[in-house]
């Protein structure tokens, strides 16, 4: 999708938001400020306030189960490919009392948000705090900065890369930062298929058993019964 610049009134506040953001309040309490709130079936982000900021929205429970199932790094690499202002929102003041995790697993997430995809994280405590930040930030970008509203962001097709990585992220104990490293080694994932338990050895993080389980992985007949 290309960026595509929306004519608005001179002083109007405008948002885009994702359809699904209409059913919290978050929505609601901007429509009380002096902006315009569109819905949009957006495909990265949840609200984009100009033409370089787009925030991701999670309320602290969907912030833990986006980062135990992966989604978190996904939806914020796709939000920083598209905006050169990306921005997290993280709603709620008992993140570390959601659930039974380890208050470091956590923190290990949050700083590779901020630190590896240099991602700033604007914490609030309820959904009106929320709607407070979005219309101040929209505000400050449109009014003060004079930049313009555009509605982007597409989620890029897959790549022949992404496949081979995906492919490889399959086998057993190997997950997506293994995948890549092993791909960087052989090339080719044909060739991580046919090597030797010493040539897998050679790769960074795979160890004499890691190796065994690969090669028993891939070769071993499986029996009928």
């Not at 995809?117 to 930040?133: G, H, N, Q, Y």
Request: charged share 40%; hydrophobic share 35%.
């Amino acid at each position: 999708m290309e960026k595509q610049e929306i004519l608005k009134d001179e002083d109007e506040i405008l948002i885009f938001a994702d359809n699904r953001e209409f059913r919290s309040n978050v929505v609601k309490e901007m429509a009380r400020k002096d902006c315009t709130v569109k819905p949009k079936q957006l495909e990265v982000g949840d609200y984009i306030l100009s033409d370089r900021v787009g925030v991701e929205r999670k309320s602290c429970n969907d912030f833990l189960s986006s980062v135990f199932d992966g989604n978190i790094f996904d939806q914020l690499e796709e939000l920083k490919r598209n905006f050169d202002k990306p921005l997290l929102m993280i709603e709620g003041e008992d993140l570390y009392c959601q659930r039974d995790v380890h208050p470091n697993s956590i923190r290990g997430a949050i700083a590779s948000i901020g630190i590896d995809l240099s991602i700033p994280i604007i914490w609030t405590d309820s959904e009106e705090d929320t709607a407070s930040f979005l219309h101040w930030i929209a505000k400050r970008e449109q009014s003060e900065e004079e930049r313009s509203v555009s509605l982007r962001g597409e989620k890029k097709p897959s790549t022949l890369k992404d496949r081979q990585l995906f492919l490889l992220a399959g086998l057993p104990d190997i997950d997506k930062k293994m995948s890549k490293r092993l791909l960087e080694e052989f090339k080719r994932p044909e060739d991580v298929f046919t090597a030797s338990k010493e040539e897998l050895k050679e790769v960074k993080g795979i160890g004499e058993k890691r190796a065994e389980k690969l090669r028993k992985v891939l070769t071993k007949e499986v029996s009928d019964d």
